[in-house]
């Protein structure tokens, strides 16, 4: 599929727990007739084959150096010029990519998220909106607890541990301070329909043909 112009970038960060697939599926659902492609940043964990689970299990997974950054800027950057990527698809129950890719055609929206994906400055130079969703600390622990233990195969234990010794402390060092870069702040997550309702407004604004717009610049 060939884009006619520059697709909109969007970028879509938070903390784990935050509602950020919510307000991203909301979004694209006000995007109606207008096709979007996503790109998840979890979709770009490295993959560690030499490792046993036990010692996969305990990576940091929320440091910035356990995503393939690079790769995923490199997949940002081909989409934006018509190219279609194989994206790689990841195992969170055994912390291993499955050796499978999905294809992902260019698309005139296309949304990148992920905590992180707005404390690295390629992925940042790509984007044209950039968003942070912000929800209580308490919320975006029970979410990610919820989540964990029914889709990911976690104990509650190992949750907790979790976010005890690296969710939390990579929050406070590298999430929340990747805050200042956004251009829109999206409180109360995915319940603020306020808010996305304004941004899903922006992004049709951007995309009206009638403006002329080349897509040559950032928001």
């Known amino acids: 599929m060939s884009v006619a ?4 970038v969007l970028g879509v960060a938070g903390g784990s727990g935050a509602g950020k697939s919510t307000v991203v599926r909301k979004v694209i659902a006000g995007m109606a007739g207008v096709p979007v492609r996503l790109l998840h940043h979890d979709s770009y964990y490295r993959d560690y084959p030499e490792l046993t689970i036990e010692e ?28 279609a990527v194989e994206v ?9 990519r499955t ?5 992902t055609e260019p698309a005139p929206v296309i949304i990148v998220e992920g905590i992180l994906v707005l404390a690295d400055p390629d992925l940042r130079e790509l984007m044209d909106i950039r968003v942070f969703v912000e ?6 622990f029970i979410r990610r607890l919820l989540r964990d233990t029914r889709e990911r195969n976690r104990t509650v234990e190992s949750v907790v541990s979790q976010y005890r010794e690296t969710v939390r402390p990579m929050h406070l060092q ?7 870069h956004a251009h829109v702040i999206v409180p109360f997550g995915g319940d603020n329909e306020v808010a996305i309702g304004i941004l899903v407004a922006r992004l049709k604004e951007e995309l009206r043909p009638s403006e002329g717009r080349g897509r040559s610049g950032s928001a």
């Open 5 to 8: 112009y520059r697709p909109l």
């Open 56 to 83: 996969r299990a305990k990576i940091n997974y929320d440091h910035p150096g356990s995503l393939e950054t690079p790769l995923l800027v490199d997949h940002v950057g081909a989409l934006v010029g018509g190219e």
């Open 88 to 96: 790689p698809e990841y195992d969170f129950g055994e912390h291993r």
């Open 99 to 103: 050796g499978r890719t999905h294809r």
């Open 135 to 140: 929800t209580d600390a308490d919320m975006r």
């Open 174 to 180: 590298y999430v929340e301070p990747s805050r200042r």
